[in-house]
């Protein structure tokens, strides 16, 4: 796939590619609304069918998508999203499209994620925007067992940016980066992150759309060049108490008419008002939209203070410490970077409420507080207090309560998504309060 332009191919032109690559399945990619990549594998000989949207599959069995006696959705392949995996088994080769569910009816499906991402784009559009995005997902490589099932050991004590040739998770890293490659991916960045078994590979970013198709497709062919190479790869935000988790920065910015329109040379910092305006809605709607981007009970054993993690809803230029930054770039390249989402979350989804949250900053001229060039982390509670500095949610359910509160949220994902979003997590979250734990134990089982 190296060579092919993506933005340019078209059926006839993924029918070209399938005969030429002797690509004998493609697997019909979509996500549930939690973020798990599904798959629906066709031979190649069904591709004229699937491209043409005659492939249905069981809804009623996807996480919140439709009961059974609705359960027939369709999948429509974006030509533009395929791609052919590097690897082969007998000279034959496998690709991927990824998918819009539609209804049988021929309406867009309002539980597809990708489909709520498009919608936020739509409006970006006619507000005169386009959101382009890049992200920085971290994960971890774990060792295995003599029975081949994954253990918390890493398989290197090395730190940031550190380099061991004799390293797997050097290998498997540099095959990874190889594997995106092969695909399309332009691949800016790979290197070992702060905690033992931490890498970080970052892509160029695009468009946000193309940005959430790279997410997920990253995440599969990660875990599986990590498995041929005897490792597991986990995008958990905190396997390992103690040490740094995982994150997936995502830096973005808005142009207009090919325009940076977060841009302005003569302001202060060169930033526009309509930057400005995107930081105040991310503000406002942090909180909000927090249970999105960090999805799960573990992202909140991330977001604690003391590993570099943003825990405190301010902005900077150049500072890390607060949620929001402005990397030290000018021109076209200027852009934000907000640092809470982590790689277990579903892209469409997180990409969407940031757009969305942004937008309704500029729409409504939301001023962001002043800019915070001190060491968050050091503040006393009185002089966070003092400067207005809130505090992202503790926990999955304070962060599914602060959800519950902002109806720019609700409106983003839609009520169908909505609703079987919060019932799956409180879900996650009841379950979780009710187990005892290992702390626990070794807590309370001797002195009690």
């Not at 489909?115 to 971290?138: N, Q």
């Not at 498997?172 to 800016?188: H, I, N, T």
Request: charged share 25%.
């Amino acid at each position: 796939m190296i060579g092919v332009n993506q933005r340019e191919l078209t059926r006839e032109k993924v029918l070209e590619l399938v005969e030429k690559n002797s690509v004998k399945f493609i697997m019909l990619q979509f996500s549930d609304i939690l973020g798990i990549i599904k798959n629906v594998a066709i031979p190649s000989s069904q591709i004229e069918a699937a491209l043409d949207g005659k492939i249905l599959f069981d809804g009623s069995s996807i996480e919140g998508f439709v009961r059974i006696e609705e359960s027939d959705m369709v999948l429509r392949p974006d030509p533009k999203t395929f791609a052919i995996y590097p690897w082969a088994q007998d000279g034959h080769r496998t690709a991927r499209l990824i998918c819009d569910i539609y209804t049988p009816e021929g309406e867009p499906f309002p539980g597809c994620p990708r489909g709520i991402l498009k919608k936020a784009i739509k409006e970006a559009e006619v507000m005169g925007y386009s959101m382009m995005a890049g992200p920085e997902p971290e994960f971890f490589l774990f060792e295995k067992d003599e029975h081949g099932q994954p253990i918390l050991k890493v398989q290197d004590q090395a730190s940031y940016f550190d380099l061991s040739p004799v390293d797997r998770g050097e290998e498997a890293r540099r095959d990874m980066v190889l594997a995106l490659q092969e695909m399309g991916f332009e691949v800016e960045a790979a290197h070992h992150e702060v905690a033992p078994g931490q890498h970080e590979i970052d892509f160029r970013y695009t468009d946000c759309l193309r940005t959430a198709d790279n997410v997920v497709t990253f995440r599969f062919v990660v875990r599986y060049v990590a498995l041929q190479h005897n490792l597991h790869a986990t995008f958990m935000p905190k396997p390992i108490y103690g040490i740094a988790g995982s994150g997936m920065h995502i830096h973005h910015s808005l142009f207009k008419d090919g325009k940076n329109a977060f841009y302005d040379p003569n302001s202060e910092g060169q930033l526009s008002a309509e930057a400005l305006y995107f930081i105040g809605g991310l503000i406002a709607h942090a909180r909000g939209f927090t249970a999105v981007t960090n999805p799960t009970v573990n992202s909140y054993k991330r977001l604690v203070p003391g590993y570099e993690a943003p825990v405190y809803i301010a902005w900077s230029r150049r500072n890390r410490s607060p949620l929001i930054r402005v990397p030290a770039a000018s021109g076209q390249a200027t852009r934000l970077e907000l640092r809470s989402p982590d790689p277990s979350c579903n892209p469409y989804l997180a990409l969407a409420v940031i757009l969305r949250a942004g937008l309704d900053g500029i729409r409504n001229k939301i001023q962001p507080p002043e800019p915070v060039h001190e060491n968050v982390y050091e503040m006393t509670p009185e002089e966070r207090k003092a400067r207005g500095i809130d505090v992202l949610p503790g926990s999955l359910k304070e962060a599914l309560e602060a959800m519950k509160s902002d109806p720019l949220v609700r409106e983003t994902l839609g009520e169908h998504v909505y609703s079987r979003f919060i019932k799956a997590k409180e879900l996650e979250w009841d379950t979780y309060r009710k187990q005892v734990h290992n702390w626990e134990i070794e807590r309370y089982f001797t002195i009690i």
